[in-house]
């Protein structure tokens, strides 16, 4: 949901073999069109799912990165979840979309 500006220093977790442990793997350098064509892939994959199940299916990341253009919709203390605005941006957007009939298509667009 963040447009970035150039390569990103990723952080791989792997299931753990030992289950009091996770597995990190450290040093992956991974350029934007990769991780944009990761996020595509993965929402027509959530879709077809969603879909083939007769579930609705909302595409959060317009909206997303809309919000994020703006203000950071994650952290501070926690990078991996949404904070408060992040929150408060999901909740408006399926409120305003619980009564959608047709599921949502996978909106890779930057605005």
């Known amino acids: 949901m963040y447009q970035l500006a150039g390569d ?5 977790v792997y299931a753990p073999s030992d289950p009091n442990r996770p597995v990190y793997k450290y040093g ?13 892939l993965t929402c027509w994959k959530i879709r077809a799912a969603t879909v083939a199940e007769g579930a609705g299916f909302i595409d959060a990341r317009p909206t997303f990165r809309r919000a994020a253009a703006k203000a950071f919709v994650h952290g501070p203390r926690d990078w991996n979840h949404p904070n408060q605005l992040g929150y408060t941006v999901l909740g ?5 979309k619980i009564d959608q009939k ?5 909106d890779d667009s930057w605005e």
């Open 28 to 40: 992956q350098v991974v350029a934007p069109t990769l991780i944009y064509a990761r996020s595509q």
């Open 8 to 12: 990103v220093h990723v952080k791989e």
């Open 102 to 106: 047709g599921p949502d298509a996978c």
């Open 92 to 96: 408006t957007l399926v409120a305003q």
